[in-house]
């Protein structure tokens, strides 16, 4: 069966701080990954998706980038962090048929 | 631009009740799936039920059903015999081009006992 693991739950950082959000997919091979944010009490935002090895399209523009450096894994990654960064990111794979969501990631920016 | 509405930000229903949630969409694609997510407390987003847009008939899924209307854009889902763990954030989901789906801003279902 195929299952999507993403780390750290949690995240506290500083302003001006790196940022690496990683996800990986077992159990099937060459999916689609996504990730999305969603602010507080609000919904999906599509932020990257990925269809391919080193393959990556951006859904909006900032400070924010995402790398595919192999086919089952999925990596969000920041140089410097702003305070807008905050919120609740989460990984999915799917086909047209659905999606399956990581457990997510909570991201506070202090 | 392709859009998916709910109108209804939050929404409660006694238990064993029956409620129904409401979306429109506005997709240019042709053959598409569409789907209802669930977020409960613990925030893991849950495919509750998809309906194929080129089947007529509703999807269903034990107590949950969709109102499907093409020609209307229109996708409400409706959970009958409501029950306390169907508390949650509900999301509908939409294609948004080629390989991807936009989510609605989500109806908050509480269940009262």
């Known amino acids: 069966s195929q299952t999507i693991h993403q780390w750290p739950a949690t995240l506290v950082q500083p302003v001006g701080s790196p940022l690496s959000l990683e996800c990986t997919v077992e159990g099937t091979s060459n999916p689609n990954l996504y990730w999305y944010r969603q602010a507080a009490g609000r919904g999906l935002q599509l932020l990257f998706y990925s269809v391919g090895i080193g393959q990556i399209s951006s859904e909006v523009p900032q400070n924010l980038s995402a790398s595919r450096p192999q086919d089952r894994q999925f990596i969000l990654s920041s140089k410097k962090l702003l305070l807008s960064d905050s919120g609740f990111y989460l990984c999915?794979?799917?086909?047209?048929?659905?999606?399956?969501f990581g457990s997510g990631t909570r991201l506070t920016v202090v | 631009a392709q859009t998916v509405t709910q109108s209804q930000p939050e929404m409660s229903v006694q238990e064993a009740e029956t409620v129904t949630l409401s979306c429109t969409y506005d997709t240019s694609e042709n053959n598409y799936y569409l789907f209802w997510y669930k977020q409960p407390p613990s925030r893991q987003m849950i495919l509750v039920i998809r309906?194929?847009?080129?089947?007529?008939q509703n999807a269903t899924e034990n107590r949950f059903s969709v109102n499907f209307q093409k020609a209307a854009k229109s996708f409400s889902l409706k959970i009958s015999d409501s029950q306390l763990g169907d508390t949650a954030m509900y999301f509908c989901a939409s294609p948004s081009g080629t390989y991807k789906y936009i989510f609605g801003t989500g109806t908050r279902l509480k269940v009262l006992a």
């Open positions: 999915a794979w799917g086909r047209d048929y659905g999606y399956t």
């Open positions: 309906q194929e847009a080129y089947k007529q």
